[in-house]
């Protein structure tokens, strides 16, 4: 499983657009990578997942660059109940390991 | 609401005592995950089932920890003779693998503190 590497933190205000940049220099050809959020005291929630190029949900973006080196999670216009940890993870969903994520905390 | 769920939602138990937890997953998945958390780190690998399969159990802690799918629905995890350091969080998660693409979907955990 590809290794990724994120920041521990980051600070935001409410109405900005985040974006939160994830490492993973040997992610394989057939690697998806697929971003987590998590509320203390609950399980990681499903938020976006791509292979390549551009993907955006209703509450996300994924940008990955043509090398697939690296990966940034864009949250439009973040509210205070964004406010959690954000995995990224990359490869084989039969070895999933998750970092330590990163703490976004978004302030008023 | 993910779909997944798990019972008990929280454990309190003592040093010694055998517990087990169940997870309920999407009814449609094929696959069940078991991950356990600590305070501030993210989760754990701990075992996987495709169906009643087991297919990898290696990552599991220690022979006192144990899983099961009888019937490739519903899940258990027993831990045995718990100990102070078995106290975590305990996610189960279901996917319905496709292809090489799959996203895994988790309950909201069980809480277990060991006394």
């Known amino acids: 499983l590809a290794k990724t590497t994120q920041p521990i933190s980051m600070d935001s205000y409410e109405g900005q657009e985040v974006n939160i940049t994830c490492s993973h220099n040997?992610?394989?050809?057939?690697?998806?990578i697929t971003w987590y959020q998590q509320f203390p005291s609950q399980g990681p929630r499903f938020i976006i997942q791509?292979?390549?190029t551009k993907v955006t949900n209703e509450v996300a973006s994924l940008f990955i660059p043509a090398d697939r080196k690296s990966s940034t999670l864009s949250l439009p216009r973040v509210s205070l109940s964004d406010t959690a940890v954000y995995y990224c993870?990359?490869?084989?969903?039969?070895?999933?390991?998750f970092g330590a994520g990163t703490r976004l905390t978004v302030k008023p | 609401d993910t779909g997944v769920s798990q019972d008990p939602r929280h454990k309190i138990t003592k040093r010694g005592q055998n517990v087990t937890f169940r997870c309920d997953p999407i009814?449609?998945?094929?696959?069940l995950y078991w991950y356990r958390q600590t305070l501030g780190q993210g989760p754990e690998f701990l075992t996987y089932?495709?169906?009643?399969?087991?297919?990898?159990k290696s990552r599991l802690l220690s022979d006192r920890f144990s899983a099961e799918r009888p019937k490739g629905s519903f899940s258990t995890l027993e831990i045995q003779r718990t100990e102070q350091g078995d106290s975590a969080m305990y996610l189960c998660?279901?996917?319905?693998?496709?292809?090489?693409?799959?996203?895994?979907?988790f309950g909201p955990g069980t809480r277990l503190l060991v006394l």
């Open positions: 791509g292979y390549k």
């Open positions: 009814s449609e998945h094929n696959r």
């Open positions: 993870l990359v490869g084989d969903l039969n070895d999933m390991r």
């Open positions: 089932f495709q169906n009643e399969a087991q297919l990898e």
């Open positions: 040997n992610i394989a050809t057939n690697d998806y």
């Open positions: 998660a279901s996917s319905l693998l496709a292809g090489v693409q799959e996203t895994q979907y």
